[in-house]
């Protein structure tokens, strides 16, 4: 299957058709094996840059249009995560949204707040009161999202939920249940690579 074959009207389009076209362009543009040391320290037998999907067009319009669909079930006025990872994210949600005609506000939350200007932690648009999904790219232990509730809740929003198109599966869901949040990936990496093969190499 090539990753431009759906590339029509969002609303003609299934959600199988989607997950089929975005693993293929994740395992074409994103997936590589070999001997990766990761942000957390650990060493892995496979790395997947997933910025190489969400910058590529069809990565990001099926990534988008999955998410999307993922986060009806906690009704979110708003969605966002930790730049890098969520910003082409939430660039691409916003207008995907908008077009649909169910139009959802997104941000982006900085390492540290900017020491000018407003001096904000949280950029884009989130606003008081509001539902916000938190989400990235890809999660292992977890720890960039969390790094996230705490300026996300400052600026007086209510967090429902977490999503990550990848779940390395390497304790995120414990770590974000054990922060009361529920999580929902679109995909793990056992959707990917043969989890015995992940363990044994």
Do not use: C
Request: charged share 20%; hydrophobic share 40%; glycine share 10%.
């Amino acid at each position: 299957m090539t990753s431009t074959n759906n590339s029509r009207n969002p609303r003609s389009l299934s959600v199988d058709e989607a997950r089929a076209s975005l693993l293929d362009v994740i395992r074409r543009q994103s997936l590589k094996t070999g001997r990766f040391i990761l942000a957390s320290g650990a060493e892995s037998n496979y790395y997947v840059d997933l910025r190489r999907t969400t910058t590529h067009p069809a990565g990001a319009y099926y990534a988008t249009f999955l998410l999307l669909d993922l986060m009806k079930r906690w009704k979110p006025d708003a969605a966002g995560g930790p730049t890098l990872g969520a910003d082409p994210l939430a660039g691409s949600m916003a207008l995907l949204s908008h077009q649909l005609g169910h139009p959802l506000r997104t941000f982006m939350v900085r390492s540290k707040a900017k020491d000018h200007g407003t001096g904000r932690a949280v950029e884009g648009n989130l606003e008081s009161g509001d539902r916000v999904v938190v989400l990235d790219d890809v999660v292992t232990s977890g720890g960039s999202l969390i790094k996230v509730l705490e300026p996300i809740r400052e600026a007086g929003a209510v967090i429902v939920g977490a999503t990550a198109i990848l779940d390395r599966e390497q304790g995120a869901a414990q770590a974000l249940a054990d922060a009361g949040l529920p999580f929902a990936p679109l995909f793990r990496i056992s959707d990917l690579l043969d989890p015995e093969w992940i363990k044994g190499v």
